[in-house]
């Protein structure tokens, strides 16, 4: 599975944002999907997740009620909306695939994605 960011970019506090991630191969819709992100000196951690069918998702308690997660099988991209955001939102965001398709866990484990992107930056400004 290789797996592409975009959507990155500079915005102010209070605005918004879409990231989307673009998945290579045929079996995109049997994966977990997740984004996590990583600031400056800070370690990489879990912002978001939806289930391999779409029917669960998952939030950090710092985005929940900013940001959604959703899945478009059709176009094998997953997204991230971000809402009202905040200058602590910065980072570089990446999206995360588990090594097994039909995972289903806690989600918020780094060492449960084995698939990861290169990332995009979000620079929120206040």
């Known amino acids: 599975v290789q797996l592409v960011e975009s959507g990155g970019g500079l915005v102010q506090a209070g605005g918004s944002l879409r990231l989307s991630c673009a998945a290579s191969?045929?079996?995109?819709?049997?994966?977990?999907m997740g984004w996590f992100r990583q600031a400056p000196g800070k370690e990489r951690e879990f912002v978001a997740a939806?289930?391999?069918?779409?029917?669960?998702?998952y939030y950090a308690d710092s985005v929940k009620g900013r940001f959604t997660i959703s899945r478009d099988n059709a176009k094998n991209t997953v997204y991230l909306q971000m809402n009202s955001l905040k200058p602590e939102d910065t980072a570089v965001y990446y999206c995360?695939?588990?090594?097994?398709?039909?995972?289903?866990?806690?989600?918020?484990?780094?060492?449960?994605?084995?698939?990861w992107g290169q990332g995009t930056q979000v620079t929120v400004s206040s």
């Open positions: 995360a695939a588990p090594r097994l398709r039909y995972y289903s866990g806690s989600y918020y484990g780094l060492d449960e994605y084995e698939y």
């Open positions: 939806i289930s391999w069918s779409g029917g669960n998702t």
């Open positions: 191969g045929r079996t995109f819709s049997s994966y977990a």
